[in-house]
């Protein structure tokens, strides 16, 4: 026993030191990613307790002093004494790598969620210090633990009463996290209403007491309680759109242990598909078998169905882009064992899923439209127009895909292309009008820096149907430019040209909307171009600030606020304010914006995918009233991350 004992201890301290000297290993990133994950971390077993029906309730809360409390309402974690090692159950789900909630046989979980699964064992040896109490038995259970290590035994007193749970407190462990350890409200926000969403009946309460800290700061709460699951998710996301019909088709459904849950509504003023994807409460950004199968069954349902209602000519078929047309939809899946493939991880692999979604789909979607023809039938004509649109679009295309392919060195005439053809160090700045287009030209790097100037503002392509988009010349030139596909068709990395697409714009409100323009399209062009991390935004200085011989670039009005109040009293100096990039000096242009030895980029990501999809609605589609509202609220939902490349 002595012996298995110190074996046992020393392979904790390995762990644990392994953790704190690998973390990417274990949380993907040292950056904000990886540190929001460990809330996720935490937050996932209580999502997981509450799965199995035992919790109903999950607090999470931002303290003053930097750490994050979350407390459920669970069973709480077992506290028993481990006969051979003498350590609490506790102790080793919060100390042995591997020892999540998965470990108990009986009481284990069928399903645990978590992107790396990686246990709380890992948020433990990433914090400064953790302090976990468990109410259970009628006893009240605390320990401390600092970088990983237990700082004496479990404590154990009188007076739970009936009360049940676990609450983890955790303060981030500064010197591991690169980006600092400040959590980002929206970002912690977003996740923790897509999980109440996606658990349909747990409560989660968010409170944000940090700004208690500074003198007449107030405390920020949320709380997303869901009875209605994917249904109300399907509905927020619509919020802003006009339903085709009024009840949203769910579907709910188990076989061989894998649970489906779907939900799906047709918007009549919306030309896109946004489905999404869950598996185990992650998001399958890069989709999977799940989806895959939903859109076999959603292509075949309404088909048979089309024809069976004499909608359909002879052996025309709507394809499934027509059907998805407009369709907003969530599908969460729960696999007893994930498998997740890809760069990113985040695509479900599992094949049995797809023949289980697409029968459960099948047979439920079928009944519920051979009851409700009027629905059926408003689906179908919303799909036989998309489809007659395509037919328009196809010639329209073939335009361009011969044009391509006849002239496929003819690049457009106003790019100006770099020497390289190596695409993976290739840029293309996307710049507004001729004279900042003749300013980046001149002052690039011509080796991997291209040129493409735009004349002014693009197309809107949240308004315009297929047809008309590659008839655009703007457009025409950034396909081509580009190496882009077809619209809506699988992205196709390889064909890119260039790995960094910058779009470099004014600082000022038409640069703005020109910005705007351009990353809706290519949001609904080729999303995957957006979610793998290929567009990003150039940021020019606003102003230069010269005093005697020593010169300044700001920025922003804070930047430059700060530097002239540095200056002493009387001190001489002359601000110069950009009003566009056509005004700089190509050496000034590369100095600040195009110099990646010197400039600032921001990579365009999607966080939330669902918010993303309804900015895009609001800021680009027909409805003034919720534009004008969002604008006033919200500003940008889209996260720029700065990167310094
Ligand atoms: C292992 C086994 C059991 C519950 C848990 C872990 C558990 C872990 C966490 C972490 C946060 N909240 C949690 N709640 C529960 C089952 C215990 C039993 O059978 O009573």
Redesign the pocket.
Known sequence: MTNNYGAEQIQVLEGIEHVRKRPGMYIGSTGPRGLHHLVYE?VD??V??ALAGY?KNIDVTLNEDGSVT?V?D?????TDIHPRTGKS?LET?LTKLGAG?K??EG??YKVSGGLHGVG?SVVNALSQWVEVTVWRDGKIHTQRFERGIPQGDLQMKPGAGDRTG?S?TFLPDSTIFTGGIEFDYATLAGRLRELAFLNGGVRIAFLDNRAKATEGGEAHSETYFYEGGIREYVTYMNREKNALHEEIIYVQGERNNVQVEVALQWSADAYTDNLLGFANNIRTIDGGTHLEGLKTVLTRTLNSLARKRNKLRDDDKLAGENIREGLTGVISVKVPDPEFEGQTKTKLGNTEVRGIVDSLVGEVLTEYLEFRPGVADAIIEKALEAFRAAEAARKARELVRRKSVLESSTLPGKLADCSTRDPSESEIFIVEGDSAGGSAKQGRDRRFQAILPLRGKILNIEKTDDAKIYKNTEIQALITALGLGIKGEEFEASQLRYHRIVIMTDADVDGAHIRTLLLTFFYRYQRAMVDQGFVYIACPPLYKIERGRNHYYCYSDRERDQITSGFPENAKYEIQRFKGLGEMMPQQLWDTTMNPETRTLKRVEIEDAAEADRTFTVLMGDRVAPRREFIETHGSKLNLTDLDI
Do not use: K, L, W, Y
């Open positions: 935490v077993n209580s997981d307790e919790c979350v459920d669970g069973r709480g974690i077992p159950a789900v909630g470990f108990g009481g284990g709380i676990t983890v």
